[in-house]
Nanobody, 115 residues
């Protein structure tokens, strides 16, 4: 079992920045990748960014160049730094851990971009 606790969401103006954090606990050794997904009202959940245990990263085209995913292995925590936020980045952001054969999800944190 893996437990995930996400944090860092909030209200920000367009062009602003936020950093999301996701702390993992439990069977950490089984995790092969961690990342963030988001779901806007009326839309499907979509990938934002992931980082593998080997350090490889992948980003959605919509956030590429504006976001950076990183990890602190000592704290078992993954971070998502988001810059130049846009109205369309408004969504609930969910932390994910892929630990085959299961996926684990955090509780979700709201990010609202509004003037």
């Amino acid at each position: 079992q893996v437990q995930l606790v996400g944090s860092g969401g909030g209200l920000v103006q367009p062009g602003g920045s936020l950093r999301l954090s996701c702390a993992a606990s439990g069977s950490i050794f089984s995790i092969v990748s961690m990342g963030w997904y988001r779901q806007a009202p009326g839309k499907q959940r979509e990938l934002v960014a992931i980082i593998t245990s080997g350090g490889s990263t992948k980003y959605a085209d919509s956030v590429k160049g504006r976001s950076t995913i990183s990890r602190d292995n000592a704290k078992d925590t993954v971070y998502l730094q988001m810059n130049s936020l846009r109205l369309e980045d408004t969504a609930v952001y969910y932390c994910n851990a892929h630990a085959p054969p299961r996926d684990y999800w955090g509780q979700g944190t709201q990010v609202t971009v509004s003037s």
